[in-house]
């Protein structure tokens, strides 16, 4: 069975400030997929990234960077210079390959950012 | 906006009532998951439809059920409600069924059920 382990569950920062959500996942498959998902107070879940199994690269986006650690079974995400509109939930999930690829999602992170 | 929609966006019901909830994949997209958010389960999936048959089943409660209709809309049908069943509930819908790199989920802006 897979699992998604969002240990820290409510962040406060204020603006500028850089903050990292961690994520921990667990799974027997050599191939999946890790993503993070932000629910602003609106309500709707809007996808970030996507990452599979294979490639580790960091990667950046603007503001937002995430580092992917197999070693660790970790793929953090990073905001740089935290903005009032960061403040979200934020999930992550994990997919594996096989008969149908549901997400299974972390319990989320309540990031607030305060100005 | 992801090409997903969600009716109705808000439902207010009793206990003991049933609902139905509507929704309507992205274009081209054959593959629906539901998915439940409540405040103490967090999200979790609930049940996979792919180009109108059941694929894969999550925790999903024997009061509730679904179906993918020829169009390729799904319906959830909920019944017996309970004050515990008040959640947001999701709509995702994908290319195919199972996982492939350009087989992104795109999630619909939901149904926020109310039971009352």
């Known amino acids: 069975a897979q699992k998604v382990t969002q240990a820290q569950t409510e962040i406060s920062v204020v603006e500028k400030e850089d903050v990292t959500l961690d994520c921990v996942y667990e799974?027997?498959?050599?191939?999946?997929?890790l993503f993070w998902y932000k629910q602003p107070p609106s309500g709707e879940l809007v996808f970030l990234i996507r990452?599979?199994?294979?490639?580790?690269q960091n990667e950046i986006s603007g503001r937002y960077s995430w580092n992917f650690q197999k070693s660790t079974s970790s793929f953090n995400f990073t905001i740089t210079a935290s903005q009032v509109v960061d403040s979200a939930v934020y999930f992550c999930?994990?997919?594996?390959?096989?008969?149908?690829?549901?997400?299974?999602f972390g319990k989320g992170i309540t990031l607030s950012v305060r100005p | 906006d992801s090409g997903v929609t969600q009716t109705p966006k808000h439902l207010i019901t009793a206990t003991g009532q049933r609902v139905t909830l509507r929704c309507s994949p992205r274009?081209?997209?054959?593959?629906v998951y539901w998915y439940q958010q409540s405040l103490d389960q967090g999200l979790q999936f609930l049940i996979q439809?792919?180009?109108?048959?059941?694929?894969a089943k999550g925790n999903i409660l024997e009061r509730f059920s679904a179906q993918q209709f020829p169009d390729l809309h799904s319906e959830l049908n909920l019944s017996s409600l309970e004050l515990g069943d008040s959640a947001l509930y999701f709509c995702?819908?994908?290319?195919?069924?199972?996982?492939?790199?350009?087989?992104?989920?795109?999630f619909g802006p939901g149904t926020r059920l109310t039971v009352l």
């Open positions: 995702a819908s994908s290319r195919t069924a199972v996982w492939s790199p350009y087989n992104e989920q795109f």
């Open positions: 799974t027997r498959d050599t191939t999946y997929y």
């Open positions: 990452r599979n199994s294979f490639d580790e």
């Open positions: 999930a994990l997919s594996i390959t096989g008969a149908n690829s549901k997400l299974t």
């Open positions: 274009s081209g997209d054959l593959s």
């Open positions: 439809y792919y180009n109108g048959e059941e694929r």
